[in-house]
């Protein structure tokens, strides 16, 4: 593919900081129309990664562009640190409570992948906790001001659907509309990262000053970050930034067991779509080692084909406007793994509607009638909202 300019000096800003990040922006940065980059730069969610690269680089955007660039760090750095304050505060709580819990992505993984706040724009809080701990969790949350906003119905039923069937549900804060996804499983794809759970091996992450955060340990984490960015179709810059900067700072031969670490856990074929992201993106060499493995990944070169239009075509607003692109997104979590078990278990999971279980509540015995219903009840929800 031929990416944009912009595109291309947005790239640059997300590697690592250094002597070749800088080069990289400098031989960029006389192409780009600065309005066109600050929109990229807003979709990718990396203001402050942008801001800090050009900086360094000795690039000086115009005038407006730098001020508008500076502010939106500015306003990024004070919502990151409150998060991180906020995380630290939901942690200990859930400590108090004895519910084994991790802190996913957001503070902790700036602090492990770039040593400060404030680089990358955020919106929520994700904390990690045990499948069979969900309903306490949610107590602890509500207790701390937080209340339930997916799924809608509160009733204890219908949130025990949702923890079955389900990875996660979203709480807001009466006060400051702060939102925190609860995550009891790390992967919506049947089979994929099978024994990764809040009880795997963990590592502290220093956030900002004396404050911490409890979070996966490194391998455990990569094998996550590539199969959540896959999850996505990669569509945000800032996901891919955090993988290649905990990349960028281990040597070939710690790359290759980092990988060959993700495959043991369940990432499936993700791992080498992340690492070829990263290659291509990020200029973060695949190494020797696993690189014939990678190049021969055919699941894992379609995959990289629709992650590089989703990443350049549109972030995940723009992809839901675009017709049919969300379908490719589903259907390429089908590549994901090999097997026929895998595509059978995912094309069981694709079949059956969430949205069907909190509707129509059926006995077990009856639980294989949500398949057949499943398309006549889609009809005539798309119908009602056509009314609407």
């Not at 200990?92 to 492990?112: E, I, M, Q, S, T």
């Not at 925190?180 to 919506?188: F, G, I, N, S, Y």
């Not at 290759?256 to 856990?265: K, S, T």
Request: aromatic share 6%.
């Amino acid at each position: 593919m031929t990416f944009s300019p912009e595109f291309r000096l947005t790239a640059a800003c997300c590697r690592l900081d250094g002597p070749a990040r800088d080069a990289a922006v400098r031989a960029v940065a006389t192409e780009v129309h600065w309005d066109r980059l600050l929109q990229i730069v807003a979709r990718h969610r990396v203001e402050g990664l942008v801001y800090a690269a050009l900086a360094a680089a000795r690039v000086a955007p115009p005038p407006d562009v730098a001020a508008r660039l500076r502010e939106a760090a500015t306003a990024i750095a004070a919502e990151s640190l409150a998060l991180a304050a906020e995380s630290a505060r939901l942690q200990a709580a859930l400590d108090r409570a004895g519910l084994v819990n991790l802190v996913l992505k957001g503070a902790a993984l700036d602090g492990l992948a770039w040593g400060r706040l404030g680089l990358k724009r955020a919106w929520d809080i994700d904390l990690l906790v045990l499948p069979d701990d969900a309903m306490a969790a949610r107590g602890v949350l509500e207790a701390t001001g937080y209340e339930l906003g997916d799924p809608t119905d509160p009733g204890a039923a219908a949130f025990a659907i949702w923890v079955g069937l389900s990875k996660e549900s979203a709480f807001r804060h009466r006060q400051t509309g702060r939102i925190v996804e609860l995550r009891w499983r790390l992967a919506d794809a049947a089979g994929l990262l099978p024994d990764l759970s809040a009880a795997s091996p963990t590592q502290t992450a220093s956030v900002a000053g004396a404050l911490t955060l409890r979070t996966l340990a490194e391998a455990e984490l990569i094998a996550y970050l590539c199969v959540h960015g896959a999850s996505h179709a990669w569509s945000r810059l800032k996901w891919l930034a955090d993988l290649g900067a905990l990349l960028a700072r281990r040597t070939e031969a710690e790359r290759a067991d980092l990988y060959a670490r993700a495959q043991d856990l369940g990432a499936g074929n993700t791992a080498a779509l992340a690492f070829r992201l990263c290659a291509r993106l990020l200029d973060i060499p695949i190494p020797a080692a696993v690189g014939t493995e990678i190049a021969a990944n055919r699941k894992a070169a379609r995959l990289e084909t629709l992650a590089l239009d989703a990443l350049d075509g549109g972030g995940a607003t723009e992809i839901a406007a675009r017709r049919g692109f969300n379908d490719r997104i589903l259907l390429s979590q089908f590549l994901f793994a090999d097997g026929w078990a895998f595509r059978l278990a995912e094309l069981r999971r694709q079949a059956t509607s969430l949205d069907d279980h909190m509707r129509l509540r059926l006995p077990p015995s009856l639980a294989f009638l949500y398949i057949p219903v499943r398309l006549p009840l889609w009809v005539w929800r798309r119908l009602g909202r056509r009314r609407t």
